[in-house]
């Protein structure tokens, strides 16, 4: 599929999705947003793509925030509308994707772009990265799982501050936060989020799988992760990566998980 706003590449079962916008620091518009939950699709029904890696274009930026100009005249019920169909298509949907999504945060993430990462699976950051949720700046709030997402990672008296004023930090204090895992220059960015990408193609996918949907079933309202867990736990017994990983454990050889 081709696309105007993105570039979607795969190799070696990795897929790198980069939002390519560099005159607008990649800002995300309606375009983006929907060729981005496309890219995604793609790459989720796609049986070799084992990983999914999401960056931005050049060096300045991973996205810097949601493109005003599309918005600035909305009333009340279309404002709604945005942040509903924005959450449904894309945020909400990448954080419930069952294959991994690493976000390779190469410079600026702010408002919807900070956003973004935050729905990915887990964060790395360039040296040079900033992130903030700057909306109150603008009279309004975070519309993309900003408020949620953020205190559950950081914590809700940073999430707070961070929104409050509406300031940004560096990949440093990121890190120490807990909001991304790894910091590293911009040159090997990429190349580490591949590296671990790689580590990760090599288990079981039916099993990962299962553990992001009982990860995630702890941040859901009205979930029991503990039963989500028990259910995914026992389900695994049942499938051909389990009879494959245990019994290569046995005969001390590394299993060829078959993805079923």
């Known amino acids: 599929m081709s696309y105007r706003n993105i570039l979607s590449k795969g ?17 995300l518009n309606k375009d983006t947003i929907e060729e981005l939950h496309d890219a995604f699709t793609e790459a989720e029904d796609n049986d070799e793509v084992k990983v999914i890696i999401v960056t931005g274009s050049g060096d300045k930026a991973f996205v810097a925030g949601a493109d005003i100009s599309e918005f600035a005249h909305f009333s009340v019920e279309e404002g709604k ?18 294959k991994p999504v690493i976000a390779a945060v190469n410079g600026f993430a702010l408002g919807g772009g900070l956003e973004l990462a935050m729905a990915c699976h887990f964060r790395l950051a360039s040296d040079n990265a900033k992130m903030g949720l700057p909306e109150v700046s603008l009279g309004v709030i975070p519309g993309y799982g900003g408020t949620q997402r953020l205190p559950n990672l950081a914590g809700k008296g940073r999430a707070m501050e961070m929104i409050m004023t509406a300031g940004m930090i560096d990949a440093i204090t990121a890190l120490s936060y807990g909001l991304v895992n790894h910091v590293t220059t911009q040159e090997e960015l990429l190349p580490l989020c591949e590296k671990i990408a790689s580590k990760i193609s090599r288990n079981s996918t039916v099993a990962i799988s299962a553990a992001i949907e009982a990860i995630n079933a702890n941040y859901i309202d009205g979930k029991n992760g503990f039963k989500v867990e028990i259910e995914a736990f026992g389900n695994c017994f049942g499938t051909e990566d389990f009879a494959e990983g245990t019994k290569a454990f046995l005969q001390k050889r590394k299993a060829d998980f078959p993805g079923k």
């Not at 190799?11 to 800002?27: D, E, M, V």
């Open 81 to 98: 509308r945005l942040a509903a169909k924005g959450q449904d298509i894309l945020f909400d949907f990448v954080e419930n994707l069952s």
């Open 11 to 27: 190799s070696n079962g990795i897929n790198i999705i980069t939002i390519n916008r560099p005159n607008k620091l990649n800002a």
